[in-house]
Nanobody, 125 residues
């Protein structure tokens, strides 16, 4: 059974850092693009970052220079390092996966086939 499980969320002060983890089971990440999304209360789910199956990385403008996505295919893990956190980063963060060729990236939630349950990140104002 294919499964994604996020962890690492929590409460952090503005300017602080968190590292989110996404553990995959039931499949190997080598041939999958992985995306991170977030959803704040009362808002639409928002694409944050994507790692293509061959390792290219992309970010939404609001997190460029602060967030870093990485993957360890040997461990079947994906990470989102979040630095210089701001109150507007407060949201539930989700990882998602879909198979895709080479450098293909996906920024729309419907393009992803598999989702984790989410982990809460709170940055108080």
């Amino acid at each position: 059974q294919l499964q994604l499980v996020e962890s690492g969320g929590g409460l952090v002060q503005p300017g602080g850092s968190l590292r989110l983890s996404c553990a995959a089971s039931g499949f190997t990440l080598d041939y999958y693009a992985i995306g991170w999304f977030r959803q704040a209360p009362g808002k639409e789910r928002e694409w944050v970052s994507c790692s293509s199956s061959d390792g290219y990385t992309y970010y939404t403008d609001s997190v460029k220079g602060r967030f870093t996505i990485s993957r360890d295919n040997a461990k079947n893990m994906v990470y989102l390092q979040m630095n210089s956190l701001k109150p507007e980063d407060t949201a539930v963060y989700y990882c998602a996966a879909r198979g895709g060729p080479g450098g293909a990236i996906y920024v729309l939630s419907y393009e992803y086939d598999y989702w984790g349950q989410g982990t809460q990140v709170t940055v108080p104002s």
